[in-house]
């Protein structure tokens, strides 16, 4: 049994410079404005523009050199980022609820996206062991407190050997004879 994950991430990928943030924040509020898909979004576009325009104002602020300047426009930056991110997250529950149209959806937000990779675990595993003769299994755990019982066979099956159980979903078998398969 492998689990997949399926659908498409947002992907907001801010800048450090203040500057280059206002700008991309702005073309986020620009392309959400009067959108249809994100006409309640929590938190608001407009709330999100304010916050953009306050670290715009504070942006411009530090370039007075006045005391403690720099730590408003850190905060103001701070806040939005935050909305920004609010935003993100909106844009992902609307894109999850289209997973056809996804990333049409994620696009039209002006924002990145991205498949992640389908990443599977096996049930079951066996890798060579860190000596000769031995073997490394590992399976997939069934549960919190489970017990786990090992076999192997030498003839391809049609007998088989009993390993130590486990409390645990790993475990290394040594005393394996070399060159067996199965």
Do not use: C
């Not at 700008?23 to 953009?52: C, E, H, R």
């Not at 530090?62 to 935050?82: H, S, Y």
């Not at 399976?139 to 050997?161: C, F, I, L």
């Amino acid at each position: 049994m492998t689990n997949k994950m399926n659908h498409t991430l947002v992907v907001l990928k801010l800048p450090m410079n203040v500057p280059a943030l206002i700008k991309i924040g702005q073309a986020i509020i620009g392309a959400m404005t009067g959108n249809p898909l994100f006409a309640n979004a929590v938190p608001t576009v407009a709330s999100v523009d304010a916050l953009l325009t306050k670290l715009d104002a504070a942006e411009t602020a530090t370039k007075m050199r006045t005391k403690g300047t720099v730590e408003a426009r850190d905060a103001a930056r701070l806040a939005a980022v935050q909305g920004l991110h609010g935003l993100k997250g909106f844009v992902q529950q609307v894109a999850n609820a289209s997973p056809d149209d996804a990333s049409t959806i994620i696009a039209s937000a002006a924002m990145g996206s991205k498949k992640p990779p389908l990443r599977t675990k096996a049930d079951f595993a066996a890798r060579p062991g860190p000596t000769t003769g031995s073997v490394r299994l590992a399976a997939k755990a069934s549960a919190r407190r489970a017990s786990y019982e090992w076999q192997w066979s030498a003839d391809g099956g049609k007998t088989w050997t009993q390993a130590p159980s486990t409390l645990q979903a790993r475990t290394t078998l040594a005393g394996i004879p070399a060159a067996t398969n199965g």
